[in-house]
C-alpha cells in the first residue's frame, strides 16, 4: 500500500524509515530517479538489527535532508555526465599527444 506523499515527508505524527524509502524509491530524493533500491539490506535494517531505530525526529531530518531539491545533497548530479564525458575526452588527448612524442623520439 502506498503511502500519501505527505506522510512520507515527515508530516504524518511518526515518521519511520519504511515511508523514507518508499519516498527516495518513488524519486523525491534530491539525487535519485524514481526507481526501487535493490539493495540487499534495505534502509534502516542495520540500525534496527543493532538494537538503535533512528527516533521519529531522526527520520524525520533524513527526510527533510534526503527530499530536499536545493541541490545540497551530497551525491547530487549538478553537471549530468558532462564533466565525466570531456574528462575522459582529455585523458584521450593527453594520451595520444604523449604516445605521439614518444614515438617521435624513438
Given at each position: 500500500?502506498?503511502?500519501?506523499?505527505?506522510?512520507?515527508?515527515g508530516h504524518?505524527?511518526?515518521?519511520?524509515?519504511?515511508?523514507?524509502?518508499?519516498?527516495?524509491?518513488?524519486?523525491?530524493?534530491?539525487?535519485?530517479?524514481?526507481?526501487?533500491?535493490?539493495?540487499?539490506s534495505p534502509?534502516?535494517?542495520?540500525?534496527?538489527?543493532?538494537?538503535?531505530?533512528?527516533?521519529?525526529?531522526?527520520?524525520?531530518?533524513?527526510?527533510?535532508?534526503?527530499?530536499?531539491?536545493?541541490?545540497?545533497?551530497?551525491?547530487?548530479p549538478k553537471?549530468?555526465?558532462?564533466?565525466?564525458?570531456?574528462?575522459?575526452?582529455?585523458?584521450?588527448?593527453?594520451?595520444?599527444?604523449?604516445?605521439?612524442?614518444?614515438?617521435?623520439?624513438?
Amino acid at each position: 500500500m502506498q503511502q500519501k506523499s505527505g506522510h512520507a515527508r515527515g508530516h504524518g505524527a511518526q515518521p519511520n524509515v519504511a515511508q523514507l524509502k518508499e519516498a527516495l524509491d518513488r524519486g523525491e530524493g534530491a539525487d535519485k530517479v524514481a526507481f526501487p533500491d535493490p539493495a540487499a539490506s534495505p534502509l534502516g535494517t542495520d540500525a534496527e538489527a543493532g538494537g538503535a531505530p533512528p527516533s521519529p525526529q531522526e527520520v524525520r531530518q533524513a527526510i527533510a535532508a534526503e527530499t530536499s531539491r536545493g541541490g545540497s545533497a551530497p551525491h547530487s548530479p549538478k553537471g549530468g555526465a558532462m564533466p565525466l564525458v570531456l574528462g575522459f575526452l582529455a585523458l584521450i588527448a593527453v594520451s595520444g599527444l604523449v604516445t605521439a612524442l614518444i614515438m617521435a623520439s624513438l
